[in-house]
């Protein structure tokens, strides 16, 4: 039986990862990979903590519903990137800034 | 499996007695399907029929929202305490419903949009399933649901900046949109998690929630909090996350911009009163320590919101990222009246609301005519347009004196709603916050002054230097701008109509 605790770390970790990969990368196909594995952090702690729920499954339902959501989420954000390539020829987000004050 | 077989039956029919208070999404969802096969087999010329399907589904599905008003007095819960239908959620997914009609009937009235070689059609599909995600958002009551339908109107809205791209910046504001908000959605999610380890539940009217978060150290509890605050901060815009809002605004399609500055926002509120209210509850009925301040963050919130909001809007010289800005001001006033946590507060707030939709709207429908007939859109550029448009600047006039505050227009009377609601919390509690938020919202008011009367001055004061050849014809667009400066008139004298 593996402690809850390891879990919690190891969601964290994955949180910290997905975190520093979005404010170091200068790519966003490489941010939109952060972005994965923050709501990946957050799934492992609903499924493991749906333990303690298991009359509703409150934790394994809202994983079930993140993980179908992230997906549209990034199919939209991947074409949103296509297009912005075919105007830039570039995807970091750095060089991109036409719109500033 | 035969632990579950006890509770199968009370599921399903808390599931079957939930649907009949459902019916306003459920034509929204219907609406949504039809509207879809509609535009791909008999759209129409430029998606006529298309519109008018939503428009219809959409009004269908307010009728039924205005059926529930009577029998919802003190609030019901349905599929298992996953929605809440109560009053405040009802006059909010009205208002939502009033924005998306407004909203449609603008990018009817955009030529630009109208034109464009891909056709309109996917954009009108877009409006069902934006309100539908709106309403959820106005009842949401657990933790997957404020999830799901901020996810469903953020998704749409990211569709909806990128659709018509026919340029570099619209491009760019898509992208900065989306992967902005795929963070806050993802820090967010992230905070519930959090919040679903230390209580066991997703439903914030469940007691079991307050119970067990206030055995968790304050501070851990704080962080979860905070995370969660992160994602409904995205869709607010308020201070530490506004920095998408200005770039998005510029970029996207001008009735797009309309839409995002009120419908999303509008919505955002709704969810920020849904996650505070179990921790009143539980703060009005225990006496020891609250479990999260939440007046203190938010006051900080809201008195950095208005002094960023409405300073750096002096400085802008585009339209719309001064009214982007101007709108980052208007939130912080706003949570002004949620702070305040008062009936007269919540009160203060819906006609706020309605007043900023309403004036946001016509804004936007105004500069987006000038836009669309002369290509002006800095603010430098308006002078002596007074002359050439008298009808559109001198409803745009009255439309800012609103947002300003001047009596007599709703705005005024929004003000002085949320005003007396924090001087009354003031003069009960003597709290220091309160009294620092009215000075800056005071203060930042005068502030407003300067840049929404730049544009009255460029338009009727200063000479241009180029003759306008623009045929002036007026459309629906200015018919329907015009309405909407009647209305702020109406409310700003009787403003019994409405409270």
């Not at chain 1, 809850?4 to 404010?23: D, E, K, R, T």
């Not at chain 2, 535009?39 to 519109?51: I, R």
Request: net charge neutral; with cysteine; aromatic share 12%.
């Amino acid at each position: 039986m593996i402690p809850l605790a390891h879990f919690m770390l190891i969601s964290a970790a994955l949180f910290c990862i997905g975190l520093y990969a979005v404010l170091s990368k200068r790519n966003a196909i490489m941010i939109l990979i952060g972005i994965e594995f923050m709501l990946n952090a957050a799934i492992l702690n609903f499924v493991a903590f749906g333990k303690y729920d298991k009359l509703h499954m409150g934790g394994q339902l809202f994983a079930l519903f993140a993980i179908v959501l992230a997906a549209a989420a990034v199919a939209v954000s991947l074409a949103i990137i296509l297009n912005v390539y075919t105007y830039y020829k570039n995807i970091d987000p750095t060089v991109i800034d036409q719109l500033r004050d | 499996m035969n632990e579950f077989t006890s509770v199968l039956p009370e599921l399903i029919k808390n599931i079957t007695t939930g649907m009949p208070h459902f019916l306003p999404e459920i034509v929204l969802i219907i609406t949504f399907i039809v509207v879809i096969l509609t535009d791909l087999f008999y759209p129409g010329k430029k998606s006529v029929h298309t519109y008018i399907l939503v428009l219809t589904g959409i009004v269908i599905s307010a009728f039924f929202t205005i059926l529930q008003y009577q029998s919802s007095v003190n609030g019901i819960s349905v599929f298992n305490d996953t929605l809440k239908i109560d009053r405040i959620g009802i006059i909010f997914k009205l208002l939502f419903s009033a924005v998306v009609i407004l909203y449609a009937l603008f990018i009817k009235g955009n030529t630009r949009m109208q034109n464009h070689t891909k056709g309109i059609g996917d954009l009108y599909m877009l409006l069902p399933g934006a309100l539908l995600g709106l309403n959820l958002m106005a009842m949401a009551s657990s933790l997957l649901m404020v999830y799901l339908s901020i996810e469903m109107v953020s998704l749409v809205s990211y569709l909806m900046v990128g659709y018509v791209s026919d340029g570099e910046k619209q491009s760019e504001a898509a992208m900065k949109y989306a992967l902005f908000g795929g963070v806050c959605s993802a820090i967010m999610l992230y905070g519930m998690s959090l919040l679903y380890a230390f209580t066991g539940t997703l439903s914030l009217s469940d007691p079991q929630f307050m119970i067990r978060l206030a055995e968790m150290p304050q501070s851990v509890a704080a962080i979860a909090i905070i995370l969660v605050l992160v994602g409904i901060g995205f869709k607010l815009a308020f201070v530490p996350l506004h920095f998408w809002s200005p770039d998005v605004y510029e970029g996207a399609p001008i009735p797009v911009t309309a839409f995002l500055s009120t419908g999303p926002k509008m919505a955002g509120f709704a969810v920020l009163i849904r996650f505070m209210e179990p921790f009143h509850t539980a703060s009005n009925t225990s006496q020891g320590t609250p479990v999260f301040d939440f007046v203190a963050i938010l006051s900080v919130i809201a008195i950095s919101s208005m002094i960023v909001g409405n300073f750096a809007a002096i400085w802008q010289n585009n339209m719309k990222r001064m009214l982007a800005y101007s709108s980052i001001g208007h939130t912080g006033l706003i949570l002004m009246a949620i702070i305040v946590n008062s009936n007269d507060g919540i009160k203060a707030m819906l006609f706020y609301l309605m007043m900023y939709s309403i004036a946001n709207m016509a804004a936007f429908m105004i500069a987006g005519k000038i836009e669309e007939r002369t290509g002006i859109i800095n603010i430098s550029s308006y002078k002596g347009l007074g002359k050439v448009y008298p009808l559109e600047m001198v409803c745009f006039v009255i439309i800012l004196m609103s947002l300003t505050g001047l009596p007599p227009l709703a705005g005024f009377m929004g003000k002085v709603l949320i005003f007396s609601a924090a001087i009354e919390s003031y003069s009960a509690s003597n709290s220091l916050w309160m009294l620092s938020l009215l000075i800056v919202a005071a203060l930042t008011t005068v502030v407003s002054l300067f840049y929404y009367f730049k544009i009255p001055l460029n338009a009727f004061l200063r000479q241009s230097d180029e003759v306008f050849i623009v045929k002036v014809k007026r459309d629906a667009l200015s018919y329907i701008s015009l309405i909407l400066t009647l209305l702020l008139i109406l409310w700003g004298i009787m403003p019994g109509l409405l409270i």
